[in-house]
């Protein structure tokens, strides 16, 4: 079992359908490509940073992971038990889906919205417990959660946990939700986007945190963010990946040394322009071909990328390239037919004076 | 008069007009120096509510100018006062609030408005037409009811613009954005997308043709390639139409690649600004610098990031002398009994510490350390084993 990846994802899709009528151009009912044939594996220990621009579905990608969304195809695996199979009770189940489901947790991006308002931290914090572990007298309980508070720096514990959630700053409410996912001791950790909100200067400290925590607690994290400078804070200290999204769609993902230094997609390129930078020597053109993303409705044909990328070719708007190794030495993949010196790309004609792309 | 845009204008006899008027009044010289050509001087400004645990003064006497057509940033964190700073410059501070101090505005070199006293009609006036500001989150600037076009006809009747030439100039700075005017103006704000209706906000504030425009975290809700394009073409519109920028956000790094200057916030008043380039490398306030060895940015090694210690001050019990004194590592004595005036770097470079010099040196600046300093991964075939390429980190560590 010890074996077993924490999470498989297997060739995982996941379309929602979405009703007529919010633009009029549309008539029939329609697909929202969400997540579109995403593969790879979460170790024990392990990070892996999410990256890519809002709409890419990289929070849709992150709650199927941790049991929340069930994928249209393709399947979910947790220690080789797959997740919709013990939820259905198909088969031989040897996890059932409420053991997977508290081994998986979550941190929101907007703390204050997670965490009832009308409660003060000790009740809101004592509740998952009751429910993980009934066996605790409340003293053990309220000595569990003082030891958790202490742990991600809220000392004095007794202080913090009889205040309301109005009381505490936007880091000291991230912490408690956090305290909140470790009561439930998991494998991973899903953090959606869980620092954005935080002043940039207070970012370090909580990734710091989740690092500290990672090591104490064996807990694997799914750190999503749109932001790569903080994904590769994080992932490298971690020893861990970053996979850029693009329309729902893995189009990169490697070491976070290789992503930022040595990206290969043109996309995680663009991305990589457009982190603000403190030395700032870089030139100001836009490397894109249009500034707004596509509807994921209906994504462009071929490469998702090509309408918006200034190296797209006639060849990138027929299929769609697989994710290709960079030859680095690293596990370093990206799906561009950049990468591939015998691809018909080559001898296909640049797209890059079409007109410029709009999105609907 | 001195010219603080580009340090090469600046000649010997201004640098001597300049140590003349040493030393600083933190109150009412404006930090880094006078301008040349000021469109706008903020001098001795405080902001103050009455509450029940005291005075709060969430803007402390600060003083600054803003040189025509430049683009300014203003950083500070949640809660060091430049929200405030945004709401002082249009005299909107909220009620009970006390705004309190001079600010002056020059339409031209030779014209002068006092703002803080002008009547109700003439500062409605002056807001939208003159001076402009738009806000971070659009959605909450947008009547969700009303499609875009109706923002831009109800802004040009307010203002008693001709609506024609006013929608004629809204498509064109529509387009200006990468947007389709026809499309955009017929839209309700939430068939946009988030980008989209943050800039047909920024259209909107233009439309009046203003002098100025000052942005409150405009793009910090936004997608970083969606930001950094909003970024670009702001500048082309600040090119287009002779704007002067002022960009307050807590995003250092932001404004490292977009402004000519930099001016600092902490606990409500200025500790220091000087032109970005020197602020970003030679910053002397050790605010500053822990400030910016916090940011978490592509070109610090991540080990070498630290966050600061210690937590902002409440406005209510700002601590006595130098504000930064209890999470500062250098402070002294000296630091808790009297709060420093701004002492000058560089001729348009000011800082207020009292142990500026010894800064530099004791706080080392990580992003100017290459990832190299730090044993870089990068390359480990370059310096070490190359039999290592897999397990990057135990390169690191075995280099250091």
């Known amino acids: 079992m010890s074996s077993e990846p924490i999470i498989s994802v297997d060739d995982v899709s996941i379309h929602f359908e979405e009703e007529t009528g919010m633009l009029d151009l549309f008539e029939e009912p329609d697909t929202v490509r969400a997540v579109d044939g995403v593969s790879f594996e979460i170790e024990e220990n392990d990070v892996i940073a999410l990256v890519g621009e809002s709409g890419c579905g990289k929070t849709t990608l992150g709650k199927s992971i941790i049991g929340l969304e069930r994928p249209t195809a393709g399947s979910i695996k947790y220690r080789g038990q797959d997740m919709w199979d013990a939820k259905d009770w198909k088969g031989d ?78 880091g000291e409410t991230q912490r408690v939700a956090l305290v909140r996912a470790l009561l439930m001791n998991p494998d991973l950790i899903l953090a959606d986007e869980a620092i954005s909100a935080l002043d940039v200067s207070l970012r370090v400290e909580m990734m710091d945190l989740f690092l500290e925590l990672q090591d104490a607690f064996n807990t694997s994290y799914v750190f999503i963010s749109h932001d790569i400078s903080n994904a590769r804070y994080l992932a490298q200290k971690a020893g861990g990946r970053i996979a850029v999204m693009y329309l729902g769609q893995i189009v990169e993902i490697g070491p976070p040394e290789q992503i930022i230094h040595n990206p290969q997609h043109p996309y995680t390129k663009a991305l990589r322009w457009a982190t603000p930078d403190l030395n700032s020597t870089s030139d100001n053109e836009l490397p894109l071909r249009s500034v707004d993303i596509p509807d994921p409705i209906d994504p462009p044909s071929g490469c998702r990328f090509h309408t918006r990328c200034p190296e797209a070719r006639e060849a990138c708007k027929d299929t769609n390239p697989e994710l290709i190794s960079a030859d680095d030495g690293t596990d370093h993949q990206a799906a ?25 | 008069m001195l010219v603080l845009n580009s340090k090469s204008n600046i000649s010997v006899k201004d640098e001597e007009a300049y140590s003349e008027i040493m030393p600083l009044e933190r109150e009412s010289d404006p930090v880094g120096g006078a301008v040349s050509d000021p469109i706008l001087e903020i001098r001795d400004t ?27 940033g203003v950083v500070g964190e949640s809660g060091s006062g430049k929200s405030m700073f945004a709401s002082a410059l249009l005299d909107a501070v909220v009620d009970p609030g006390q705004l309190s101090g001079d600010i002056t505005y020059h339409p031209s070199t030779d014209e002068s408005v006092d703002l803080l006293n002008v009547s109700p009609e003439e500062l409605k006036q002056l807001r939208w037409e003159d001076i402009s500001m738009v806000f971070q989150g659009a959605m909450s600037s947008f009547n969700p009811t009303m499609q875009i076009r109706g923002h831009f006809k109800e802004t040009l009747k307010a203002h008693d613009y001709d609506i024609g030439e006013g929608i004629e100039r809204a498509h064109e700075l529509l387009s200006d954005l990468y947007l389709e005017p026809e499309r955009v103006l017929d839209a309700y704000p939430h068939e946009l997308s988030g980008g989209m209706r943050q800039r047909a906000l920024i259209a909107l504030s233009l439309v009046l043709e203003p002098r100025v425009l000052v942005m409150d975290e405009p793009t910090a809700a936004l997608d970083l390639l969606m930001q950094q394009s909003i970024i670009n073409l702001l500048m082309d519109l600040k090119e287009k139409y002779n704007l002067t920028l002022l960009f307050i956000t807590h995003d250092l790094p932001l404004v490292a690649e977009l402004c000519n200057r930099v001016a600092v916030l902490y606990a409500f008043d200025f500790v220091e600004a000087g032109p970005t380039d020197e602020l970003i490398d030679e910053a002397g306030h050790p605010y500053t610098r822990a400030l910016l060895n916090a940011t978490p940015n592509l070109n610090a090694p991540p080990d070498e990031m630290q966050p600061i210690d210690g937590s902002a001050p409440d406005p209510v019990a700002v601590p006595s002398g130098c504000s930064y004194h209890p999470r500062c590592p250098l402070a002294t004595e000296e630091c808790i009994e009297q709060d420093p005036q701004y002492y000058s770097m560089s001729s348009n470079h000011a800082v207020a510490c009292h142990h500026w010099e010894e800064s530099v040196e004791a706080i080392p600046l990580n992003h ?8 870089s991964p990068m390359e480990p075939t370059a310096e070490s084993t190359s039999e290592n390429m897999g397990s990057t980190n135990e390169v690191a560590d075995n280099e250091f």
């Open chain 1, 93 to 170: 189940v040897d996890i059932p889906f409420k053991e997977i489901r508290r081994s998986l947790q979550i941190i929101h991006q907007d703390p204050g919205s997670s965490i009832n308002p009308n409660k003060k931290v000790i009740s809101s914090l004592s509740i998952p417990l009751k429910k993980h572990r009934p066996n605790l007298s409340q003293e053990e309980r309220q000595n569990h959660i003082y030891g958790m508070l202490e742990t991600v720096g809220m000392t004095p514990p007794d202080d913090y946990a009889a205040r309301y959630p109005h009381q505490l700053s936007g």
């Open chain 1, 336 to 360: 561009c037919y950049l990468l591939d010196e015998n691809h018909e790309y080559w001898n296909s004609e640049p797209l890059s004076e079409d007109t410029p792309t709009q999105t609907s």
């Open chain 2, 368 to 375: 100017l350390l290459t990832e190299d300093d730090a044993a």
């Open chain 2, 46 to 72: 405080t902001v103050s509510f009455d509450m029940e645990r005291g005075e709060s003064r969430v803007l402390d006497s600060v003083s600054i100018d803003i040189q025509r057509q430049e683009v300014l």
